[in-house]
């Protein structure tokens, strides 16, 4: 596609419930992130990938939290249980190459509430 | 830790000219990213400065001072279309780990 589609868009959960939420990066990007906004905060960096490897993960808020990227596009973001400080719009962005001086482009995000 | 300081919110009127700062204290830095982001819209990218200095886009332009940890984004001839956030963001490293951003500066621009 011509950018970086993120889907849903929008996710209303019950708390306790389990969410997916899927990352189509732009086609040929070798890095893949994904950001957590708050609601009138800058972007908090989750967890990044080079192709198929997660090379970091320190983002991650917890163990419910868990990410992948099996055959080097596609990436899921996975939120176990959620709780209600888990409302936040979640942002994939996607680079080129490994360097972070190409710029990432970012998806619109799926806007993720914990009712 | 990392720390990076922007203006909460900023007003201006259309046609004038706005100077966003940004301060940042970093365990790393490898360059400086600047992106706006409207309402419910992804962030799109403005610039990116690696060494210091003033760089000119357009209406936009970024300065950098790396030994002040100091950066600006100046708007020109303001539109009401530029009404947004601006993120100001710091690559920590070369290896491709992620960009570390401010809480961003909400700017108003009225007629």
């Known amino acids: 596609g011509a950018g970086v589609s993120q889907s849903p868009r929008y996710k209303v959960a019950k708390r306790g419930q389990d969410v997916a939420l899927r990352c189509d990066p732009i086609?040929?990007?070798?890095?893949l992130f994904w950001y957590q906004q708050a609601l009138g905060q800058g972007p908090e960096f989750l967890t990044y990938f080079q192709n198929e490897a997660q090379l970091d993960k320190s983002g991650l808020p917890s163990d419910r939290f868990f990410a992948e990227r099996p055959e080097g596009s596609v990436s899921t973001l996975k939120i176990q249980r959620t709780q209600q400080e888990d409302s936040a719009v979640y942002l994939c962005?996607?680079?080129?190459?490994?360097?972070?001086?190409?710029?990432?482009?970012f998806g619109q995000g799926t806007r993720l509430t914990v009712v | 830790g990392q720390n990076i300081d922007q203006p909460t919110e900023m007003t201006a009127t259309e046609g004038a000219i706005v100077q966003i700062n940004c301060t940042y204290q970093t365990s790393g830095f490898n360059g400086l990213f600047w992106y706006q982001q409207h309402a419910g819209e992804a962030p799109t990218f403005l610039s990116y400065?690696?060494?210091?200095g003033l760089e000119e886009k357009g209406r936009f332009s970024s300065f950098l001072s790396r030994s002040k940890g100091y950066s600006y984004l100046l708007l020109k001839e303001l539109q009401m279309k530029d009404s947004a956030s601006y993120l100001c963001a710091v690559d920590l490293n070369q290896a491709g780990t992620a960009l570390i951003f401010g809480k961003g500066t909400t700017l108003s621009v009225s007629s």
């Open positions: 400065n690696v060494l210091d």
């Open positions: 962005a996607s680079s080129l190459n490994s360097k972070l001086n190409t710029e990432a482009f």
């Open positions: 086609s040929g990007h070798v890095s």
